[in-house]
């Protein structure tokens, strides 16, 4: 049976992706406001049908849960704007032959992508996503650095190596021996003290490295609200991607 592209909750349509996977178990997952089921090899016909409808039905139930009112999703096309604390970028896309693919910064927030038109059209949304990505963090790197000076003077008051925003989807932020922190890019869409409090939770491992209760007391301390943040991070980071 033909299974549906999308998946409409209140007004919105978030996309349904299907991945066929040499695995004995089918998954689901929420990324980037796309619905994507990776559906085992081995399961057919009514079977297949059942995993589909079950997992549709697990992720209209958690969307429906979702207020999207305190974050904007990036829009990585000709004409879309990405939503930051302190800053909204206008999208451009030139489709042009024969060209280096690149992304131009002008006037602060107008950032305009050069495509080469020998890439495929899933190629290129990949690129204009990469390219821009890579502008914003750049651009972006100065706040990032303001925020967590700030926050290391006012409540920790260490040293700190390198600080940068990264590309990843499997944590939040990270601290690491060298006393370098990175803080996922994708905290640019969450709300401004969600930001603060992955900040403050990276400090904290400049005292405690590791998540002890002497650790979670330096969190506290700087953020005497921060299960608030946890709360958001758990019920809606998923669709930061």
Same mark, same amino acid.
């Given at each position: /049976?033909?299974?549906?592209?999308?998946?409409?909750?209140?007004?919105?349509?978030?996309? *349904?992706?299907?991945?066929?996977?040499?695995?004995?178990?089918?998954?689901?997952?929420?990324?980037?406001?796309?619905?994507?089921?990776?559906?085992?090899?081995?399961?057919?016909?009514?079977?297949?049908? #059942? *995993?589909?409808?079950?997992?549709?039905?697990?992720?209209?139930?958690?969307?429906?849960?979702?207020?999207?009112?305190?974050?904007?999703?990036?829009?990585?096309?000709?004409?879309?704007?990405?939503?930051?604390?302190?800053? *909204?970028?206008? +999208?451009?896309?030139?489709? /042009?032959?024969?060209?280096?693919?690149?992304?131009?910064?002008? #006037?602060?927030? %107008?950032?305009?992508?050069?495509?080469?038109?020998?890439?495929?059209?899933?190629?290129?949304?990949?690129?204009?996503?990469?390219?821009?990505?890579?502008?914003? /963090?750049?651009?972006?790197?100065?706040? +990032? &650095?303001?925020?967590?000076?700030?926050?290391?003077?006012?409540?920790?008051?260490?040293?700190?190596?390198?600080?940068?925003? &990264?590309?990843?989807?499997?944590?939040?932020?990270?601290?690491?021996?060298?006393?370098?922190?990175?803080?996922?890019?994708?905290?640019?869409?969450?709300?401004?003290?969600?930001?603060?409090?992955?900040?403050?939770?990276? +400090?904290?491992?400049?005292?405690?490295?590791?998540?002890?209760?002497? %650790?979670?007391?330096?969190?506290?301390?700087? /953020?005497?609200?921060?299960?608030?943040?946890?709360?958001?991070?758990?019920?809606?980071?998923?669709?930061?991607?």
């Amino acid at each position: /049976m033909p299974y549906p592209e999308f998946l409409k909750v209140g007004q919105t349509n978030y996309p *349904i992706e299907y991945w066929p996977v040499l695995k004995t178990t089918s998954t689901v997952r929420i990324k980037n406001g796309v619905v994507l089921l990776k559906l085992s090899r081995f399961a057919h016909g009514g079977k297949r049908d #059942e *995993i589909v409808e079950k997992f549709l039905k697990w992720a209209e139930k958690r969307l429906e849960k979702v207020e999207k009112s305190d974050f904007v999703t990036p829009e990585y096309k000709d004409g879309g704007r990405i939503v930051t604390h302190n800053k *909204i970028y206008e +999208l451009t896309v030139d489709v /042009m032959p024969g060209i280096i693919s690149r992304a131009v910064l002008r #006037e602060g927030h %107008f950032l305009k992508i050069r495509l080469n038109s020998f890439l495929s059209e899933a190629e290129g949304r990949e690129k204009i996503k990469f390219l821009t990505e890579r502008a914003i /963090m750049k651009d972006q790197t100065p706040y +990032l &650095k303001e925020v967590l000076e700030e926050l290391n003077q006012l409540h920790f008051q260490e040293k700190v190596n390198d600080i940068r925003f &990264k590309r990843t989807n499997s944590r939040f932020g990270s601290c690491s021996s060298k006393r370098n922190i990175n803080i996922a890019y994708r905290l640019l869409f969450a709300p401004r003290e969600v930001f603060r409090y992955v900040c403050v939770h990276e +400090l904290s491992h400049l005292k405690e490295f590791n998540h002890s209760a002497r %650790f979670w007391a330096w969190v506290e301390m700087a /953020m005497p609200n921060y299960k608030e943040a946890e709360k958001w991070l758990k019920s809606r980071g998923f669709l930061l991607g």
